[in-house]
Each structure stands twice: as C-alpha cells, then as structure tokens.
C-alpha cells in the first residue's frame, strides 16, 4: 500500500476516534447481545472483546481496511517464503517450524519442510535421549538439570514457556536460564548445580551474542574445573545457524542443532532454539505445543477477518494506539506460570514493531508498538491497578485466564478467575460515588482472553496468536517487523567502550562524550 493511501487511513481513524463518545455502560446498555457479538473463538481460545470503545459500523470499517490493504496477499506470501524480512534480505517462515510434511513452505521454490522435519526428529530424539537416561554425563551420570545458556529470542520464549509448563516435566531435568552477563546470574545458577548431572546449551542465533558467549565461556571452565576439559563435549551442546563458530567453540557436530536464517530470534522457540523446554517435557508435549501454533496459524489463515483472533487484537491495538494516541498495553495473565509472558510479549512486540521507517524509507507521520508491560494476576492488583482504575492514563488491558487448572486445586482457580473477571468489570463499569476521590469512572477497556487449560496444545496457540497479532500490526503500520538494527549501536559503542577502561588514553576514548568519560574514570576509580 502507498504511504499516501496508509496515511489516508490513519488520518480517517484518527477523525472518526475524536467523534467517538459511546461509553461502555451505554454500549452495554443498547445491545443485550453485545457479549456474543464481539466474541470469537479459534484455535482453543475464546476471546472477548466487547469491553471496548467499539460499535459495528467502526469495527466493520476497521476490518475493511486491513483488507484493502492487501492484508490476505501478504499472509500467502509468508507461505512463499517472500522475503518479508526485505532489509536483511531474508524469507519469513517460521510457521514452517510447527509444519507438516505436505505443507507448501518454501524458499526460492524449493519446500523448506524436508529440512525443518529432519531437524525436527534430530532435537527430540536428543531431548528424548535426556530424559529417559540414554544420554549421560562423562561419567555416566543422569541429568538432572539442563542450563539454557542465551538472550532475548534465545532465552525469553523457552524460559517462558519451561515455567508456564512445569507442571508437564514428569521425570524430566529441571531448567534453568541464565541470560544477563552479569556474572551473578551465571553464578547464581550455577552454584546450585553439580556439573555432573548437568547439560548446558547455548542457544545464539548468530553465535556471537557478547551476553551468551561470555556465560558459554563461564560453563566450559566450570565443567572443565569439575570434570576435566574431555568432559564439555559431553556436558554442551549449541543451538545456532553459525555452525562454523559453533566448531570454532569446540561443541562437537552431533552435539549441534542448527535451525536457518529465516526465523527470526523472537520468533524461534519452534525450532531447535526449544531445546531446554523439549528435554523438560519430551517430545510428544513438544509437538502438541507445535500442534496448537498450527492450530492458530490455519486460524489466521482462513479465518474471515472479523472473526480472526489475531487480527482483532491487532486492530483493536492499532485503534487505540492510533485513534486514540494511547500509548502502553498492559497483558495482566491469571496464571502464575504465565508470569513471564508479558517480558516475552516486550520482546516480540517492542523488537518486531518499534520502528519509524516505512518500506520505502519514509519517516512514519503515525506511532507504532506502545509500551508493552505486566504482571501476573493477582499480585498487580496490590501494585499498579490502583493507576488502572484511576489514573489519568487509560491503558488497554489483556486477562489472560484458563477455565481449569493443571493443579489439583479447582476451588483456588476459581477465586483466581474471579479476580481477574470482577477486575475487568470494574475498569469497565467503575463506580459513581459522590466522594471524588472514592469515585471509580469505569470506562476503561480490556480484553478477555481465555484457554481451557495451560497446556502445551494451548500454550502454542496463545503464543501464536499474539506472533500473528504482532506481524498484522507492521503490516498495517508499513514497517519491517523482522529486523532490529536499533539494537546494534548500543552493542558496538560498549565494545568499543571496554578497552577504555583499561587505559583510558587509548584512542577510542575521545569518541565518547565528556560524560562518558568521567563514569569511566568513576569506574577507575581515580577521581
Ligand atoms: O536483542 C537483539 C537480538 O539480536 C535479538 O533479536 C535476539 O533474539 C537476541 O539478540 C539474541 O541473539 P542470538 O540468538 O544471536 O544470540
């Protein structure tokens, strides 16, 4: 679409949000059936989204631009393998991840699913071979523990994902993550776990990330320190599309999962970069995971799209974001095990769509990815729901609920879902009281987002779902998704900022600023 006709469309939403005055008591009040009309479901998931400042001539308006747009020719395009990613010059196919062998993905017309099922097979039957104990330590032991070494992509997904299904490890090793180069992380870790029961995995797309290959560094002398240096061959393994540094490194070839630079980092759990979360719930929970993502992709493939789950969070984003120049989303899951979905929503949204440039290289007279942010429920409501309900800020909320829980504990599941429901009606609805101060105005929006249970099946399609919402939200805003070159500046400056602090005559010192150099010199210790 052509940066006149998109600049077009978000002036007309912009005028048509000033008009809008419905509140949601009126909405509510005028249409008895307003619950079932914005209502859909898909995949597992049911979602509800009448709570928001929407009526049927906006929402059908909405949905009718996302399809002038050309909204469907990009979707067959992701099938294609079209180089969507078209500043790297890379395809965008990481639905070929949760794929079946007669799927039509392809690259340069060659079908991707030949390699993707051959991967496939290799990383559960080493997962598999974890977990039953026919795969061992260098001096036979079990493990019991698996560290997944990596950042952002490489670290938020899995480690989200062990934590939300915890619950389906069995006898499987237990993981940890370790991310942050702050040495007490790694150490933190580590002193917890005897290196003969455990295996690390370093998972870096590029297998030059500074954080993982410092802490890579940090597990070969601790396993060579406990066990002898013969031992990290069989205590490491490397998930990565840099085979050659991965060699270089000294993990040996069948202790190597490769995955392709189609997939992007946030978007790799589905490949080999699951490593951690397969050996801690096996191959069979790994592929329902699969299964659901799969389940989600068809959704949002075939799905008209007034009822498509992700492209109705997609608008409904862009509608306030755009409309109405709010400028944070708060994702609130009813489920301690979801804790860190919000932290991996930050990076898949606030990576894929904090952009300002449009394809054609145009800076963008419209604002893209809000602040995504959260905390599971109940615990913010004793922090930040007081600014919620009452703050000058309107901030659209996502519940995230499950009808049953995995535990035994159904009585407490519903104390929990109630929570999170009476909280939604009371954003919505509020409370007229004469006091101002105890006066609660209501009127504020959120969606309700349930799933049955949290399981692999349904994790997989949740998580799909806010991917397809994602990648819907950059095509509407005419950005590149798939890229991150704004994180690359920070990297080289501190490169060239560390042999500062060993001398700090040496020539990189005078391209940083007065400022810097007197926090190197406070690093010093000299002044
Ligand atoms: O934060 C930048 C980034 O490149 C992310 O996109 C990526 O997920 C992360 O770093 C880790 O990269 P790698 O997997 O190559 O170590």
Not at 268 to 273: E, F, G, H, N, R
Not at 354 to 361: C, P, Q, V
């Given at each position: 679409m052509e940066h006149t006709a998109r600049t077009a469309f978000f002036e007309e939403l912009k005028a048509r949000a000033s008009h809008w005055t419905a509140d949601l008591r009126t909405l509510f009040q005028a249409d008895p059936n307003r619950a079932s009309t914005f209502r859909v479901k898909g995949a597992g998931i049911c979602l509800d989204f009448s709570k928001h400042w929407l009526d049927q001539p906006t929402w059908t308006w909405l949905c009718q631009q996302v399809d002038h747009m050309g909204f469907r020719e990009i979707q067959r395009e992701l099938l294609k393998g079209a180089r969507l990613n078209y500043t790297e010059n890379r395809a965008v196919l990481h639905l070929a991840l949760r794929g079946q062998a007669d799927d039509p993905f392809s690259l340069d017309g060659k079908g991707v699913m030949p390699d993707v099922l051959h991967e496939r097979a290799r990383c559960d039957r080493f997962a598999d071979g974890i977990r039953q104990g026919e795969i061992r330590g260098?001096?036979?032991?079990?493990?019991t523990d698996v560290i997944n070494l990596g950042i952002g992509g490489s670290d938020l997904g899995p480690l989200m994902a062990c934590q939300a299904l915890e619950p389906f490890r069995g006898n499987g090793p237990k993981t940890h993550f370790v991310s942050n180069v702050d040495p007490a992380h790694w150490g933190s870790v580590a002193s917890t776990l005897d290196p003969h029961k455990t295996l690390v995995i370093v998972a870096s797309k590029t297998f030059t990330t500074q954080e993982t290959m410092t802490n890579a560094r940090h597990a070969k002398d601790w396993i060579s320190r406990g066990l002898g240096p013969a031992a990290v061959a069989d205590h490491m393994i490397a998930v990565s599309t840099n085979l050659s540094a991965v060699r270089a490194f000294g993990i040996q070839e069948e202790r190597m999962f490769p995955f392709w630079d189609w997939v992007g980092g946030r978007f790799?759990?589905?490949?080999?970069?699951g490593m951690a979360l397969r050996c801690q719930i096996g191959s069979e929970q790994f592929s329902a995971l699969l299964a659901g993502a799969r389940a989600m992709d068809q959704h949002f493939l075939d799905t008209p799209l007034e009822s498509n789950l992700p492209v109705v969070l997609a608008l409904l984003g862009i509608w306030y974001r755009n409309g109405f120049d709010l400028r944070s989303h708060a994702v609130l899951p009813y489920s301690q095990r979801l804790a860190r979905f919000p932290a991996y929503l930050q990076q898949l949204e606030m990576e894929s769509n904090?952009?300002?440039?449009?394809?054609?290289?145009h800076e963008l007279s419209w604002h893209t990815a809000p602040v995504i942010w959260g905390e599971s429920g109940t615990n913010g409501q004793h922090a930040f729901h007081q600014w919620l309900h009452q703050g000058t800020d309107i901030i659209p909320v996502d519940f995230l609920l499950a009808r049953e829980t995995v535990e035994e504990d159904q009585e407490g599941q519903l104390l929990l879902i109630a929570n999170g429901l009476a909280q939604a009606e009371a954003l919505a609805f509020g409370e007229a009281h004469p006091d101002p101060h105890r006066n609660m105005p209501g009127n504020r929006p959120s969606t309700l987002i349930g799933i049955e249970r949290l399981d692999p099946q349904n994790l997989g399609a949740l998580i799909a779902l806010y991917e397809h919402k994602t990648m819907t939200q950059g095509a509407i805003w005419g950005i590149n998704s798939f890229d991150q070159f704004g994180v690359e500046l920070g990297k080289r400056l501190c490169h060239a900022l560390l042999p500062t602090f060993q001398d700090p005559n040496h020539s990189n010192a005078s391209a940083f600023s007065s400022s810097t150099q007197a926090w190197v010199e406070w690093m010093r210790n000299t002044d």
């Open positions: 260098h001096s036979g032991q079990r493990f790799s759990l589905w490949s080999a970069i904090g952009k300002r440039i449009d394809h054609h290289g």
